[in-house]
């Protein structure tokens, strides 16, 4: 274990996997914090993770663009209220520039074995590279693993088929019938965008979706001018946008019933204004409590379900021919092009990588019952392993950017103890584990994400995988970490 010259403590050899947001963050608060030894793996040959992958027509950020910011990293350039994939792609690229991160990270490398041997971990690339590391971050984000609908031919259809997250720019698509699949958030950017230059665009719909009606907005030259010489300003309006969201839109899906009661109003408000047709509204109107699906911030998805080029299909799919797609009653839909809006798998986390913990137990095995973390980053049996943005993150409507800072911090306690020689390794008890996952479950039972829908908030047993508490109570039992609920060695 090297030492630092300058500093009698340990000084731990670190590995991170992932060079999206989170991977950032890391490299910098380690830095920050005098640790050289980062290593950083990325499967692509870009960092950016989320905003690399997706590129569709409108991808933009939910999350106000002034608090989607690091805390050492403020941007008062922002073009637009809510910023577009690519100028968030640029700000990543532009932070990890400036801060010194690319020269740290392996690209095109991606993380094939990981395995605790010895107080350490052995990890492994695809490109026959074997480090030791003293603690590894997983850093693979919440959405990186596109869904495919299981439908019945869908490998037969002739015409271009794509992924929002795997968007193909070289397919032409103006002038062409095009189907997708799929109302959610990623849906309602870019059905809009779609169609403005489709002949025909057919929205396939299994469950219509809540949308709050808040539109984004350009940042005048004057207003950017002003952040940028008044740097208070901009931490007064990103300490408004964070206030907002947590005592008002994270606090009406927790149970909080005077903001759910407002939301719900303005969400209903919103489908009863912005569609006038009954029948359309019925087919768009959800039969479960607003925020129990992630709510949608958007003005532009009903207008755009409403010009005569738009079609929703709300009868469920029952096979895809070579030209079509065809519903279970029959009905045929001719299409050139098949888009597939079909989300992610939020629990696959760091897999499909082999992970080995104490006893050579896989991550697979440790979690047939359920996902087991405590704190939502700490892994009992994969001592000094971590899992960043794990279940029981409160992604609800949140910026993930001040969720992996708040957890990076509680990590950098931990090293630091490990660097004062406190122990070699550390994992969570499995009663303190265990206790964590009834505490949060305890919590859900006030929370509309049990408000009767099927969504990607749930796991594989039905339970929500966010936090169910206030933003508030989260941080403050985020502070410290409580030591009696580890299990730590020392050689």
Request: aromatic letters at 10%.
């Amino acid at each position: 274990m090297a030492k630092n010259g300058n500093d009698h403590r340990r000084q731990p050899r670190i590995v991170v996997i992932g060079a999206g947001m989170t991977g950032i963050l890391l490299a910098v608060r380690m830095q920050q914090a005098g640790i050289e030894d980062v290593t950083i793996f990325e499967k692509a040959s870009r960092l950016g993770g989320t905003w690399r992958e997706n590129t569709y027509p409108g991808v933009a950020c939910d999350v106000p663009s002034h608090m989607y910011t690091y805390s050492f990293a403020p941007n008062p350039n922002w073009n637009e209220l809510f910023a577009s994939g690519d100028e968030i792609q640029a700000y990543f690229e532009q932070v990890a520039s400036d801060q010194g991160v690319q020269s740290r990270i392996h690209f095109e490398e991606t993380v094939t074995h990981c395995i605790f041997q010895e107080n350490h971990w052995r990890v492994t690339t695809n490109q026959g590279r074997e480090i030791a590391a003293d603690f590894v971050f997983n850093c693979t984000g919440i959405l990186h693993r596109p869904v495919l609908p299981d439908i019945d031919g869908l490998d037969r259809f002739r015409g271009p088929t794509f992924h929002t997250a795997r968007w193909d720019h070289d397919v032409e698509l103006a002038g062409k019938r095009i189907g997708i699949i799929g109302t959610g958030a990623t849906a309602a950017q870019a059905i809009p965008e779609l169609a403005e230059v489709t002949e025909e665009l057919v929205v396939f719909q299994r469950t219509p979706q809540w949308i709050l009606p808040v539109g984004n907005r350009t940042m005048a030259p004057s207003v950017k001018r002003h952040l940028r010489k008044h740097p208070a300003s901009l931490r007064r309006l990103k300490a408004f946008f964070t206030w907002f969201m947590s005592q008002f839109l994270t606090k009406a899906v927790i149970g909080y019933k005077v903001q759910n009661t407002i939301f719900t109003w303005l969400c209903k408000l919103n489908l009863r204004w912005s569609v006038k047709d009954r029948a359309l509204r019925a087919k768009l109107t959800p039969d479960y409590r607003v925020g129990c699906k992630r709510i949608i911030v958007n003005t532009t998805f009903y207008p755009a379900i409403q010009r005569p080029n738009v079609s929703i299909e709300t009868e469920a799919i029952e096979a895809v021919s070579e030209s079509a797609i065809h519903t279970v009653s029959g009905k045929q839909h001719a299409l050139d092009v098949l888009v597939l809006a079909t989300g992610f798998d939020p629990m696959a986390y760091m897999r499909p990588m082999q992970v080995l913990g104490r006893n050579g137990q896989s991550i697979d095995q440790a979690w047939e019952g359920g996902i087991k973390a405590y704190r939502s980053i700490c892994l009992p049996g994969f001592p000094n392993n971590f899992l960043m943005l794990g279940p029981n993150s409160p992604v609800g409507n949140y910026s993930v950017i001040a969720i992996a800072e708040v957890q990076c911090d509680y990590l950098l306690q931990l090293i630091e103890r490990w660097r004062d020689g406190q122990f070699d390794t550390i994992e969570p008890t499995t009663a303190a584990t265990e206790n964590f996952r009834n505490y949060v479950k305890s919590g859900h039972r006030k929370t509309v994400w049990v408000g009767g829908c099927n969504s990607w908030y749930l796991d594989q047993e039905g339970s929500p995988i966010l936090w169910p508490y206030s933003w508030r109570q989260w941080t403050q039992e985020m502070a410290t970490p409580e030591m009696a609920d580890f299990n730590t060695d020392a050689s």
